[in-house]
Each structure stands twice: as C-alpha cells, then as structure tokens.
C-alpha cells in the first residue's frame, strides 16, 4: 500500500498473482456431477420426493442418476427428465463458469430408452440394406438421435440428421 503524499490518495497495490494449477479435467468432470448431484438433493427435498443420487464419469462426461420408483421426474416421453437435466447443467455453468454436457437418467428411462433406439435403429438398417432405399424415422432429440447414429454407423451404413426442432430426424441411408 502506497499513499501519495500530495493529495493524500492511498492506492492498493494487488497481490502478486499465485500460480494456479488448472484442475485435472476428469477432477472437473467429477466435480460436475457432484454439483448436480447437490442441486438434485435440494430439488427433491423441496419437492417432497424420494430418490437415491448416483455419479459417475463415463467418456469423459459427468453421469448423474436419480434411482427412484416413480415416474413423475420423467415425465410424458422424458420431457421432464430433460427439463431437469437443463436445470443441472445450468447450475453447474453458474458455478463452474463453463458449459456442462452432463447426461441426467431417472428410474433408468434413458437406459431404457437407449435399447428401444437400438433396436428400432436395426430393423431400419436391416430394411434398408434389404431394400437399398433411404429410411427416414421419426422425430427425435438430440440424445436419441446421436444413439440412432452411432448404431447405423456400427452397422457400415450412413445416417444424417434432418429437418428442424423439435421435427428433426435421422434418415438412415444405404453405405
């Protein structure tokens, strides 16, 4: 601190900067769903609801579930479960200062959800060799439809998504 004598201002001189070791990603990571994990607590003790809270760290993104018996935290086809999941990444921004692709599940519907997909994404790849004609399906959000193309391409064949939200959709193309 320093004060000038002529008009009498004292000025603050700032700290020297201590060096900051970045946190390790998967620390961070971790720390996501920690974060999410807290905010769900807090939600479901509002909201007067049971439900245990899992986190796990899986290709490299943070994996928050809530093990519940009811439905009511999906909603009509995950429209809840997606809400919610915006809310956690949300919260985790607001703390971390940076964006989140944490997954949310509920009661094990995206797990769910995620064997439907491939099974209906290989009868269409089954069609669509058989018949060599593209196969668009139906609409889909951005979860089911990165599991439609992960799928299509694990099977040789080509899918792009098309259309605009909420009617976007995968066509499934022939290799």
């Keep these: 601190m320093s004060e000038n004598e002529a008009t009498g201002v004292v000025t603050v001189e700032p700290a020297a900067a201590s060096p900051v070791e970045p946190a390790d990603a998967a620390d961070e990571i971790e720390n996501e769903g920690e974060l999410a994990a807290d905010y769900l607590e807090e939600l479901l003790d509002i909201a007067d609801l049971d439900g245990d809270i899992d986190t796990y760290v ?49 009661a094990g519907h995206r797990e769910k959800r995620r064997k ?13 060799k058989e018949s060599g004609s593209s ?13 439609v193309h992960d799928t299509v391409a694990a099977a040789g064949l080509v899918s792009e998504s098309e259309g605009e939200e909420p009617k976007r959709h995968v066509v499934i193309k022939p290799a």
Excluded at 116 to 128: N, R
């Design 58 to 106: 899986e290709a490299g993104r943070a994996h928050v579930s809530i093990v519940t018996t009811g439905e009511k935290l999906v909603g009509r086809d995950g429209e809840v479960l997606e809400a919610l999941q915006d809310l956690c990444r949300l919260a985790v921004m607001t703390q971390q200062g940076r964006r989140s692709r944490l997954m949310l599940d509920v």
């Design 116 to 128: 439907e997909l491939q099974e209906m994404a290989a009868a269409a790849i089954a069609e669509v």
């Design 135 to 147: 196969m668009a399906l139906g609409a889909m959000n951005p979860f089911e439809r990165k599991i």
